[in-house]
């Protein structure tokens, strides 16, 4: 049995990270000694984390860290993992927007709704070409997303209808489809993946003796309240289980006939397609 111990505090915004556990590094994107020194100590931290760019020199006293259409940040010597959103209070500008932007100018947030113009935030969905409609993307086996191990989720609300969300805790839209499904009445089984190097926080939210809070402080950033050592192996189970479905984002939503929608879809959407209807 795989076990967690865990840290004296885990911080939902800021987390630090022991040696030895890292990331797979795109080394044609590296340009700097320093990018270079970071990129070899995330490989050694966060090797389930695939690295598409490191840039130390963009940000002051940071390192700007690509995986892929996230970004996060670390310190220059790569012990804290920082994610968020970075503002210039001089300029008045919102850095980590400007740079999603420049990321993916042509990609909107797929389902519709206010958030389309704006670039995500750090641990944005998989989005959608400009244009397309809120369709079902996928199909999973019900069966095999039903044999998934207890261990690896936390249920929350009440309905006769139930969804499965393979989630990041620090994916703004996560959170948001989060919230969102709070006020429906359906059962919720939550499966985190670390899309972005949050591990530590979803073990310790797995290992809570009181998991419906800890999902709630991991959204809000703040500490989480752990508890003993305890099985974290269904962890491993959810990001295998997402490999295989090439679930390479969040939020991914699996409904109980397996129809798959991935990133943040708005309330009536949402109300609509658990009923089985596709918009």
Same mark, same amino acid.
């Given at each position: 049995m795989k076990k967690y111990t865990p840290l004296a505090k885990v911080t939902g915004g800021i987390a630090t990270l022991a040696a030895g556990s890292g990331v797979a590094v795109a080394a044609a994107a590296l340009v700097s000694p320093a990018d270079s020194t970071v990129a070899?100590?995330?490989?050694?931290?966060?090797?389930?984390?695939?690295?598409t760019a490191v840039d130390?020199?963009?940000?002051?006293? =940071?390192?700007?860290v690509q995986a892929k259409q996230n970004l996060f940040y670390?310190?220059?010597g790569a012990r804290y993992l920082i994610i968020g959103? =970075?503002?210039?209070?001089?300029?008045k500008q919102d850095l980590t927007a400007a740079r999603l932007l420049e990321m993916n100018p042509d990609m909107l947030v797929g389902g519709?709704?206010?958030?389309?113009?704006?670039?995500?935030?750090?641990?944005?969905?998989?989005a959608q070409p400009k244009g397309a409609a809120p369709t079902i993307d996928a199909q999973v086996d019900p069966a095999a997303l039903?044999?998934?191990?207890k261990n690896g989720a936390v249920t929350l609300g009440r309905g006769s209808k139930t969804l499965t969300v393979f989630s990041d805790f620090r994916c703004g839209y996560c959170k948001r489809l989060h919230e969102t499904l709070?006020?429906?009445? =359906?059962?919720? =089984?939550?499966?985190?993946i670390s899309v972005l190097g949050t591990r530590p926080i979803s073990e310790a939210v797995i290992c809570s003796p009181d998991k419906k809070r800890a999902v709630n402080q991991a959204y809000d950033g703040g500490s989480i309240t752990t508890g003993g050592d305890c099985d974290t192996s269904g962890l491993d189970a959810n990001e295998a289980f997402a490999r295989k479905h090439g679930f390479t984002g969040t939020p991914v939503i699996v409904r109980e006939d397996g129809a798959v929608v991935h990133g943040y879809r708005p309330r009536e959407f949402l109300e609509n397609w658990i009923k089985g209807n596709a918009s």
């Open positions: 070899k100590a995330l490989a050694d931290r966060l090797p389930k984390t695939e690295i130390c020199a963009r940000i002051d006293g =940071v390192c700007e670390v310190d220059e959103r =970075v503002y210039d209070m001089e300029t519709g709704g206010a958030a389309d113009n704006a670039p995500a935030p750090p641990g944005r969905p998989g039903g044999a998934l191990p709070e006020t429906l009445d =359906v059962k919720v =089984v939550e499966r985190p």
